[in-house]
C-alpha cells in the first residue's frame, strides 16, 4: 500500500508535458497546406506517447522491487499485462502507418470533378470545426479530403479543382480552383 500515496514522477511529469504540447501544436498547426503532415504527425505522437505510458505502467507493475504483493499475481495477471503493451503497440503501428506511407510516397496531384465540400463541427466546440472536399478523380475513384476553412469558403458546389493531396492521410496540401 506504499505504492498509492505516491506522487508523479518527473517520467510521469514529462509524459503530461509531452502530450500537453502536442495537443496544443496539432489545434494550432492548420490541416492543410505545408504543414499538412505535421498536423497528424502531432496526433500520432500523442498517441504513441498515450501508449507509451501505458506499457511503462504495466511493465513497471510487474518489475517493482521490495512489493510484497508481486509473488501473488499469476499466470492471468501477466497475460492482461502482454495483451496491454500488444494492443497499444498495434494501435500505435495502425495510427502511424498512414503518416509514415504519405511521407515515402509524398503528395499526390489530381484534378477532381463533380465537388461537393462539407462543414461539420463536433462535440468539443471550437476546435472540431471539420471541413471536407470530396470529389471523383480522373479514374473514376471518389476522394474525401479534410481542407481549411478558407479553401471550404472558396469553393462551390459542383465544380471542378486540382488537388495536391497526401492519399493515405486524406490531406490537401493546395488547391487551384478551375
Same mark, same amino acid.
Given at each position: 500500500?506504499?505504492n498509492?500515496?505516491?506522487k508523479?514522477?518527473?517520467?510521469?511529469?514529462a509524459?503530461?508535458i509531452?502530450?500537453?504540447?502536442l495537443a496544443?501544436?496539432?489545434?494550432?498547426?492548420?490541416?492543410?497546406g505545408? $504543414?499538412?503532415l505535421?498536423?497528424?504527425?502531432?496526433? +500520432?505522437?500523442? /498517441?504513441? *506517447?498515450a501508449?507509451?505510458y501505458v506499457?511503462?505502467? @504495466?511493465?513497471?507493475?510487474?518489475?517493482q522491487?521490495?512489493d510484497?504483493?508481486r509473488?501473488?499475481?499469476?499466470?492471468? $495477471?501477466k497475460v492482461?499485462?502482454?495483451?496491454?503493451? +500488444?494492443?497499444? /503497440?498495434? *494501435?500505435?503501428v495502425w495510427?502511424g502507418?498512414d503518416? @509514415?506511407?504519405?511521407v515515402i510516397?509524398?503528395?499526390e496531384?489530381?484534378?477532381?470533378?463533380?465537388?461537393q465540400v462539407y462543414?461539420?463541427?463536433g462535440y468539443?466546440?471550437?476546435f472540431?470545426?471539420h471541413?471536407? *472536399?470530396i470529389g471523383v478523380?480522373?479514374?473514376?475513384?471518389?476522394?474525401?479530403?479534410e481542407?481549411?476553412?478558407d479553401?471550404?469558403s472558396?469553393l462551390?458546389?459542383g465544380?471542378?479543382?486540382?488537388v495536391?493531396?497526401y492519399?493515405?492521410?486524406?490531406h490537401?496540401?493546395?488547391l487551384?480552383?478551375?
Amino acid at each position: 500500500m506504499k505504492n498509492s500515496n505516491k506522487k508523479p514522477g518527473r517520467y510521469e511529469w514529462a509524459f503530461v508535458i509531452a502530450i500537453l504540447i502536442l495537443a496544443l501544436a496539432a489545434a494550432l498547426v492548420p490541416e492543410t497546406g505545408s $504543414a499538412a503532415l505535421l498536423n497528424e504527425l502531432c496526433q +500520432v505522437l500523442m /498517441l504513441w *506517447l498515450a501508449g507509451a505510458y501505458v506499457m511503462r505502467w @504495466v511493465i513497471r507493475s510487474f518489475r517493482q522491487k521490495g512489493d510484497s504483493s508481486r509473488r501473488k499475481k499469476g499466470i492471468g $495477471a501477466k497475460v492482461t499485462g502482454i495483451a496491454v503493451v +500488444v494492443i497499444c /503497440l498495434g *494501435l500505435g503501428v495502425w495510427f502511424g502507418k498512414d503518416i @509514415v506511407l504519405d511521407v515515402i510516397q509524398g503528395p499526390e496531384t489530381t484534378v477532381l470533378t463533380d465537388i461537393q465540400v462539407y462543414h461539420a463541427q463536433g462535440y468539443s466546440g471550437i476546435f472540431s470545426n471539420h471541413y471536407t *472536399l470530396i470529389g471523383v478523380d480522373d479514374r473514376g475513384e471518389k476522394i474525401q479530403l479534410e481542407i481549411s476553412a478558407d479553401d471550404y469558403s472558396r469553393l462551390s458546389q459542383g465544380g471542378a479543382v486540382t488537388v495536391r493531396y497526401y492519399r493515405h492521410t486524406g490531406h490537401a496540401q493546395s488547391l487551384e480552383i478551375g
